[in-house]
Every structure is written in C-alpha cells, then in structure tokens.
C-alpha cells in the first residue's frame, strides 16, 4: 500500500524540493560558464551554498531546536542534544560542475546516534527516494525493494573512487580489480547518495565506496536497509559506515560473496 509520510518526512522533502529550484537554475547557468574560460568552478560552490542556506533555513523554521551537520557549514549544535539533520546539498558536484544530470540533495535526521529517516532527491529525474526506520524506503508513492538477482555474472555494482592518497587509490585498484574478476559490469555514477538509492530501487545490486562522509551516505544507508538490502562497514561488522565512511550495501544473496572479495583484495 502506499505510503503515509510522517511530519519529519514531509518537512525533509519539502526542504529538498525548495532547494532543487535554487539547483536546477544553476544548474542551467552550468552549461553557459562551461564554455567560459574561467569555466563554472567558483559558480557551482555557490551554488552548492546557496542550497544548503536554503535546507537549513527550511528545516530550522520546522524544527528550531535540531543540530546540524552539513556538508558546507559544519557542525551546529542544537539546543536539542538529541536530534540533528546530516546534509548533502549537492551530491555529485563534479556532474554537476559538468552539466552531468545526475546528482542529488541528500538530507537525512539522525535521532540519538541512529538515523531515523532519509531523503535522496535527483530533481533532474524528478526522482525522490525516502525512508523512515520501520516504515519502508520508497520512490515517492512505490515501494523499493532491493533487487532478487543472485547471479554475480548478471549483477550491475556500482562504486566510487577515493582520491585523498596514494595508498587508497592503490586498495581502490586493487578491490576494483577483484570485483572485476567475479562480475562484470561496474559503473561509477559519481554520485554515492544516489548510488546507494540505486541498491535499494534494484537498479544495481550492490555499491561499495571509501573514504565517504556521513552525509553522502546518511540517507542512502537507511533508505538501503529499509529496502531490505543489507549495509556494513566493509572492514569491521561492529563498525557504523555512516561513521567511516568505507560502506558496502547490497541484496542479501550477493552481499556476503562481495564483502568476502573485497576483504580479501
Ligand atoms: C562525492 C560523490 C562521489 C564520491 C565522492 C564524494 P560530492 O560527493 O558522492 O560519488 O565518489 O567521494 O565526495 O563532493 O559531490 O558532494
Ligand atoms: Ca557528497
Ligand atoms: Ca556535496
């Protein structure tokens, strides 16, 4: 049956929705500096600012007393300890900064520790994907579910690549390179909140990326879960990927064959 949402997720999603306007003009002044010499470099920061100023204005109004993490400002304290919202404005920059329309607004609320609910809004597919703990994941109205395929050789898995040293780029080579050997269609969209979404929709049936940051994933993490894929940090089971950022998320068939090949990489 169709969803009901809750309050916290009808104040997300409206926050989402409002910021991808702001995104999407930018995102048609893109194409003009492209060609520019000085090229949309500094034009997409702002742009990625101006998106989180208006999350934040929008969630603040609901919910005055909420924390922060957000990608661009940091951490701000509430004057509830219990609660705060982890966003991504802009997921995918580098799509964007290249007229890619494949990125996304990612907000997800964490409530002691646990998140509780997420969004992954790409406004240029109009496609939104949500969840609530207990409740189900969903695109918009329908539900997701990860998807049943349990044959490595027909498996589409999606990863992204950490750039901040030698040595992660060397492990990267490595995981990516034994991946290859048991299936063989790996993509890299270059943007992991909605790469995760595509592990819950059962367009691919597993992801896995280093080095991320809790708001790429914050949202995706439950929105996989609630699809009944399973998540884990890919070194330590006792370990919380939204924390680390080293995640793994798949259909339950194929997820202990992947984790076990990239272990062993
Ligand atoms: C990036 C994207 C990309 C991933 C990078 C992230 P950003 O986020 O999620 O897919 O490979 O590691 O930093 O910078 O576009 O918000
Ligand atoms: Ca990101
Ligand atoms: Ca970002």
Not at 31 to 37: C, D, G, H, K, Y
Not at 42 to 58: G, Q, T
Not at 151 to 177: C, H, V, W
Request: aromatic residues 8%; glycine residues 8%; charged residues 30%.
């Amino acid at each position: 049956m169709a969803v009901l949402t809750t309050p916290n997720l009808n104040v997300m999603i409206r926050a989402a929705e409002k910021a991808s306007r702001s995104l999407i003009r930018d995102f048609g002044e893109v194409e003009n500096l492209q060609v520019s010499t000085k090229g949309p470099g500094d034009f997409v920061s702002a742009a990625d600012r101006r998106a989180e100023e208006i999350i934040f204005e929008e969630l603040k109004k609901a919910r005055p007393d909420f924390g922060f993490l957000m990608e661009e400002s940091g951490k701000i304290e509430g004057k509830n300890p219990d609660n705060r919202w982890i966003v991504d404005p802009l997921d995918g920059t580098t799509n964007f900064l290249h007229g890619i329309p494949h990125w996304a607004i990612s907000i997800a609320l964490e409530t002691r520790g646990e998140i509780i609910a997420g969004v992954v809004y790409d406004p240029i597919k109009d496609e939104i994907f949500h969840a609530e703990k207990g409740l189900g994941a969903f695109m918009r109205r329908s539900r997701l579910r990860v998807s049943g395929r349990s044959d490595l050789m027909q498996a589409t898995i999606a990863t992204g690549a950490p750039r901040n040293s030698k040595e992660s780029r060397e492990q990267f080579f490595k995981e990516y390179n034994a991946v290859m050997n048991i299936t063989p269609s790996l993509r890299r969209f270059g943007a992991a909140a909605l790469d995760l979404s595509y592990v819950a929709a059962g367009r691919c049936e597993a992801f896995w990326e280093r080095e991320l940051k809790s708001w790429d994933v914050a949202a995706g993490w439950l929105i996989v879960k609630e699809a009944g894929g399973f998540v884990c940090d890919i070194d330590n089971d006792r370990n919380n990927p939204v924390e680390t950022g080293n995640i793994l998320a798949a259909n339950g068939t194929l997820y202990d064959d992947i984790k076990k090949v990239l272990k062993a990489a």
